[in-house]
């Protein structure tokens, strides 16, 4: 079993920064691709930032020069670091990550596994 723990959502004034932190954990033998969703109120999830292991990173345009994703591959971890926030920014935010996972019969699988979200909200 694989879960993932978020952190660092909150209140926010515009232009203001916030980092939101996933760690990864459980019984995982790899973290393939690890990203970060957004959903505001009555919209759509969509996707925020993306980055695999090697650290080839995707971004949404609406965040590009404002949003950095990284990771630490030695903790199983991404971070989104969000910069010049907007009140449009406000949402929940989720992490997602592709995980290669051991089984009780010695082989391994592909899950995909969503983070609870944590709330992110810019105003003044």
């Known amino acids: 079993q694989v879960q993932l723990v978020e952190s660092g959502g909150g209140l926010v004034q515009p232009g203001g920064s916030l980092r939101l932190s996933c760690a990864a954990s459980?019984?995982?033998?790899?973290?393939?691709?690890m990203g970060w969703y957004r959903q505001a109120p009555g919209k759509e999830r969509e996707l925020v930032a993306s980055?695999?292991?090697?650290?080839?990173?995707n971004y949404a345009d609406s965040v590009k020069g404002r949003f950095t994703i990284s990771r630490e591959n030695a903790k199983n971890t991404v971070f989104l670091q969000m910069n010049s926030l907007k009140p449009d920014d406000t949402a929940v935010y989720y992490c997602?990550?592709?995980?290669?996972?051991?089984?009780?019969?010695?082989?391994?699988?592909?899950?995909?596994?969503w983070g609870q979200g944590t709330l992110v909200t810019v105003s003044s």
């Open positions: 997602n990550c592709g995980v290669v996972t051991a089984t009780p019969f010695g082989s391994s699988r592909y899950l995909e596994v």
């Open positions: 980055i695999t292991r090697g650290d080839t990173t």
């Open positions: 459980g019984s995982i033998l790899s973290v393939n691709v």
